[in-house]
């Protein structure tokens, strides 16, 4: 039950904060070049793929649906998020970490890239890998999928 | 963890054709792409919507 929990809330923000980006990805743009991380040439690609990737997911986690595996990338997302914004505090840039993309103007959610940010992603990444490690979960497509295909090959070898 | 890796690789295809379909597909996301590949327009800059603010180019 717990990892149902944790995939709804994990599934819904990233969905949330996919479309987001998805709906300006050159506000996304802007922020990613912010962080001076990533060579100009990387900076345009990252910001089309990366909305759709965490939407995906997030599709995927709520659903349940390739949960695991769609969890388990959320995980190594929402760390590598953790890092970049842990090297940003660190070179003492003060930027906004464009998490929300629109959604952090519109609805004046502080969206600063600080530590508060670092212990939310961390937060995240735990979330995520409890839901990769648990062995089973409620309300998921994928179960139910591999709960008709058991039935339908009983009723094959019963008939 | 062969199964994850193999699920892994799809999700991440998944995306990566969603992404191409729905930007080729948008006129915003058309210029998304032209930034993204370095698409040089007639001037001979690399797009002409390179500093302009998304909401200014009057895209959906």
Same mark, same amino acid.
């Given at each position: 039950?717990?990892?149902?929990?944790?995939?709804?809330?994990?599934?819904?923000?990233?969905?949330?904060?996919?479309?987001?980006?998805?709906?300006?990805?050159?506000?996304?743009?802007?922020?990613?070049?912010?962080?001076?991380?990533?060579?100009?040439?990387?900076?345009?690609?990252?910001?089309?793929?990366?909305?759709?990737?965490?939407?995906?997911?997030?599709?995927?986690?709520?659903?349940?649906?390739?949960?695991?595996?769609?969890?388990? &990338?959320?995980?190594?997302?929402?760390?590598?998020?953790?890092?970049?914004?842990?090297?940003?505090? &660190?070179?003492?840039?003060?930027?906004?970490?464009?998490?929300?993309?629109?959604?952090?103007?519109?609805?004046?959610?502080?969206?600063?890239?600080?530590?508060?940010?670092?212990?939310?992603?961390?937060?995240?990444?735990?979330?995520?890998?409890?839901?990769?490690?648990?062995?089973?979960?409620?309300? %998921?497509?994928? %179960?139910?999928?591999?709960?008709?295909?058991?039935?339908?090959?009983?009723?094959?070898?019963?008939? | 963890?062969?199964?994850?890796?193999?699920?892994?690789?799809?999700?991440?295809?998944?995306?990566?054709?969603?992404?191409?379909?729905?930007?080729?597909?948008?006129?915003?996301?058309?210029?998304?792409?032209?930034?993204?590949?370095?698409?040089?327009?007639?001037?001979?800059?690399?797009?002409?919507?390179?500093?302009?603010?998304?909401?200014?180019?009057?895209?959906?």
């Amino acid at each position: 039950m717990i990892s149902f929990i944790f995939r709804i809330i994990i599934g819904s923000i990233f969905l949330v904060s996919g479309l987001a980006k998805i709906s300006d990805p050159v506000l996304f743009m802007l922020a990613l070049r912010e962080f001076q991380l990533f060579p100009e040439i990387i900076v345009p690609l990252t910001a089309i793929y990366l909305p759709w990737l965490e939407f995906i997911l997030g599709l995927f986690v709520t659903t349940g649906l390739l949960y695991r595996t769609s969890s388990f &990338i959320l995980a190594c997302l929402n760390f590598a998020f953790m890092i970049a914004i842990l090297s940003v505090i &660190i070179r003492g840039i003060e930027i906004d970490c464009g998490c929300f993309g629109l959604l952090a103007d519109m609805l004046k959610v502080p969206d600063a890239a600080d530590m508060k940010t670092v212990a939310r992603n961390l937060l995240f990444t735990g979330m995520s890998l409890y839901i990769f490690r648990a062995k089973k979960t409620v309300f %998921s497509l994928e %179960s139910y999928i591999t709960k008709n295909r058991t039935k339908d090959r009983h009723i094959e070898h019963g008939g | 963890m062969k199964r994850v890796l193999v699920e892994g690789i799809f999700i991440l295809i998944l995306s990566l054709l969603i992404t191409l379909l729905f930007n080729a597909a948008t006129p915003s996301g058309i210029v998304m792409l032209k930034k993204a590949f370095r698409i040089k327009t007639d001037t001979g800059k690399v797009s002409a919507a390179e500093h302009m603010p998304y909401k200014q180019l009057g895209l959906p």
